[in-house]
């Protein structure tokens, strides 16, 4: 069974950078076909893809946010790490982790399954 | 605006069916698969489509993708209240713009 889980702040300043954890346990982000991603969600609002790490360390970020943003993996503590920085009130979100999969080789083209997410508020 | 367009909200009785559609351009659904994802009230998104028609193993067969051309269609039969919730599409976006799109999302209402 895979499961995967955020972790990190629930409060956060303006102009503070955010880190976020995703930790999961039932894969292997080293195995070929394998990515883990990060969507956020604003309160009342629509998903919104933020970045992506392949199980080859390839990295790819919504390019609207890109300057701001860095995944990085821990393949020792089976966790992916997403950093923000300069926060502000338009990151409050809910921030989910899921893993990104395909059935045809390295074509990664769903999320599955998904963390229960983590609320954070941006807010001075 | 998201890049793929989903209708806001659509309705329909207890016992029938409903499809919501999810249009966009050649260099996201027109050349990548699409997934579907249900999100439950105050849950995570869960796959509920993907490879356009495909269901993952607990989804029941009332549930049904489709693709034509640049547009994709989610479609729900027997509907029962427990299906009302929001319903987004997903692909790529081979034009770089977003690498990955979600559409803006569709509230169903089981009246």
């Known amino acids: 069974q895979i499961t995967l889980k955020e972790s990190g702040p629930t409060l956060v300043k303006p102009t503070q950078t955010l880190t976020l954890t995703c930790t999961f346990s039932g894969l292997s982000l080293t195995t070929r076909g394998v990515g883990v991603g990060w969507i956020r969600q604003p309160p009342e609002k629509a998903l919104e893809w933020l970045a992506l790490?392949?199980?080859?360390?390839?990295?790819r970020y919504s390019p609207s946010l890109k300057s701001r943003l860095s995944i990085t993996r821990d393949t020792s503590k089976n966790q992916v790490v997403l950093t923000m920085t300069n926060i502000d009130a338009m990151d409050t979100a809910t921030y989910y982790c899921?893993?990104?999969?395909?059935?045809?080789?390295?074509?990664?083209?769903?999320?599955?399954?998904w963390g229960p997410g983590t609320l954070v508020t941006v807010s001075s | 605006q998201s890049v793929l367009t989903q209708p806001p909200s659509v309705s329909a009785a207890p016992g029938q069916e409903v499809t919501i559609s999810c249009s966009g351009s050649?260099?996201?659904?027109?050349?990548?698969?699409v997934s579907w994802y249900q999100q439950l009230p105050g849950t995570a998104p869960k796959l509920l489509i993907y490879?356009?028609?495909k269901r993952p193993s607990g989804i029941p067969d009332r549930f049904s993708g489709s693709k034509s051309g640049t547009s994709a269609t989610l479609g729900i039969t027997g509907l029962q209240t427990g299906d009302e919730a929001d319903y987004y599409c997903g692909t790529w976006d081979s034009s770089l713009s977003t690498p990955w799109v979600f559409g803006g999302g569709t509230k169903l209402t089981v009246l």
């Open positions: 490879d356009n028609n």
């Open positions: 050649s260099s996201n659904i027109g050349s990548n698969y």
């Open positions: 790490i392949y199980w080859d360390d390839d990295k």
């Open positions: 899921a893993q990104c999969r395909g059935d045809y080789g390295d074509y990664l083209d769903y999320f599955d399954p």
